[in-house]
């Protein structure tokens, strides 16, 4: 019986395999950091243009008449890509790739247009849930992993990067990459790493570190030895590159040329491109995708489903990284006043002089708690209807631009027609 069970087990996963594994990764990160280059890296293809196509489709947004634009729409692309291992297993890789990311003067729009996205997927999952008859084609959309691209700078975090995951860090998996990373020596790539895990620990950012969640008695100690050697990495520096150049030994590379030689961009001694490919499609892909539903959808869902504000919990991550240490005398400060009163009620019941009296102020402080919590949802819901409303709103202002930009073409198109028209009527003449 056990071998009729195993060889079950085994055929349902090689039918898994054959269909493919559904795998979702956002690559984030300012115009000019490398983003289209890692893409087309990771996937062993051109799958996206890095010839500052993004940069010229946003160039109206930058300037007019000589002054320099507020708001740079952050724009969603989205790449699907097939890979396949020596094995057969199939890998529907789909990119979400964010040209004009951080391009404004006042990014919030940006962090709101990604975080809305996120959710999105987790709401649509959500609705599936609770159909009675499912779909049997629905299409899981959520990002399993975000790839957040860090200038190499040499000073670490900036404001910039902090409140963003901050507010992004709750909903979906972060691994900070530090990008272009031959731009650096060894000493400041070592240094730039460790000042980068600094802020991220000083700020308690939320991103996955790989052993969070991770039972020691449950894991290999070969696993978790490579856990806590892919958290030792973070951030992950990487090199790409379009280009294809013949290696010492004749075979094609990815690299990169310079006046004196060539970067292979696989070399494990320069770069953790490798290394961070492995864990993407290979060692960690599972666990990716496991954290994304076990822990951060179930998180959403439950704040979601019992009212509770996901955005209040962002701001407070965003006023902590503003209040610094005062957070903690605060903090301090609320202890003391809770002793205070704990202190002062116990004195007051030791009296028993009125317990009637305390018994109807018990009851009236129930019923103030539940008027509290159904205004709570209430505003929950209030907040929930304008954001989606602000997200239906920048939708149908994308859409407004694509149509007067596809009118544009076809005005054109008329024009060269009318044009060839004329030109072959002359001739005809």
């Known amino acids: 019986m056990n071998g009729i069970i195993e060889a079950s087990a085994n055929l349902r996963k ?3 395999l054959k269909r493919g594994i559904n795998f979702t990764i956002m690559v984030i990160g300012p115009s000019g950091s490398g983003r289209s280059t890692f893409i087309n890296t990771l996937c062993g293809q051109n799958v996206v243009e890095c010839s500052g196509a993004s940069l010229k489709q946003n160039s109206k947004y930058l300037s007019a008449g000589n002054e320099i634009q507020a708001q740079v729409p952050v724009d969603l692309r989205h790449e ?15 990119i979400i790739d964010t040209p004009g990311f951080g391009s404004s003067i006042d990014n919030t729009n940006n962090f709101d247009i990604i975080s809305d996205y996120i959710k999105h997927q987790y709401d649509e999952i ?18 399993h992993v975000l790839l957040y691209f860090i200038e190499p700078t040499g000073h670490g975090l900036k404001e910039f990067d902090i409140l963003f995951m901050q507010k992004i860090g709750d909903l979906c998996n972060i691994l900070p990459v530090i990008s272009k990373s031959d731009s650096l020596t060894v000493e400041e790539l070592k240094l730039n790493k460790k000042m980068i895990i600094d802020d991220i620990n000083y700020y308690n950012l939320p991103i996955f570190n790989f052993l969070d969640n991770v039972n020691e008695d449950e894991i290999s100690e070969e696993d978790y030895e490579t856990n806590l050697y892919l958290k030792s990495l973070l951030p992950f520096s990487v090199i790409g590159s379009n280009e294809l150049y013949t290696g010492a030994n004749g075979e094609q590379i990815r ?6 030689g060539i970067i292979d961009v696989e070399d494990a001694n320069v770069s953790d491109f490798v290394v961070l490919r492995n864990t993407l499609l290979i ?6 995708k496991e954290h994304t539903h076990q822990i951060l959808y179930e998180n959403y869902r439950t704040e979601t489903l019992s009212g509770n504000s996901h955005t209040k919990s962002n701001n407070n991550n965003s006023n902590n990284y503003y209040s610094g240490s005062r957070s903690v005398d605060a903090h301090n400060t609320a202890t003391v006043a809770s002793t205070s009163v704990s202190s002062s009620n116990a004195a007051t019941d030791t009296q028993g002089d009125k317990p009637h009296e305390y018994s109807n102020e018990s009851e009236t402080n129930h019923v103030a708690a539940a008027g509290d919590n159904y205004l709570a949802k209430e505003e929950q819901i209030k907040l929930e209807e304008e954001r ?5 709103e920048r939708v149908q202002q ?9 009118l544009k073409r076809e005005q054109e198109l008329r024009e060269i027609e009318e044009r060839l028209e004329r030109e072959a009527s002359m001739n005809n003449e």
């Open 398 to 406: 994308e859409l407004q631009l694509k149509r007067q930009e596809l």
């Open 80 to 94: 699907m890509v097939e890979l396949e291992d020596d094995e057969g297993v199939k890998i529907q890789l789909n």
């Open 14 to 16: 090689r039918k898994q």
């Open 283 to 288: 060692s960690h892909l599972n666990d990716l």
């Open 126 to 143: 959500l609705l599936e849930e609770s159909r009675v008859k499912r779909n049997p084609r629905f299409k899981d959309g959520r990002v």
């Open 255 to 260: 690299a990169r040329k310079y006046p004196w």
């Open 388 to 392: 989606l409303k602000a997200f239906e």
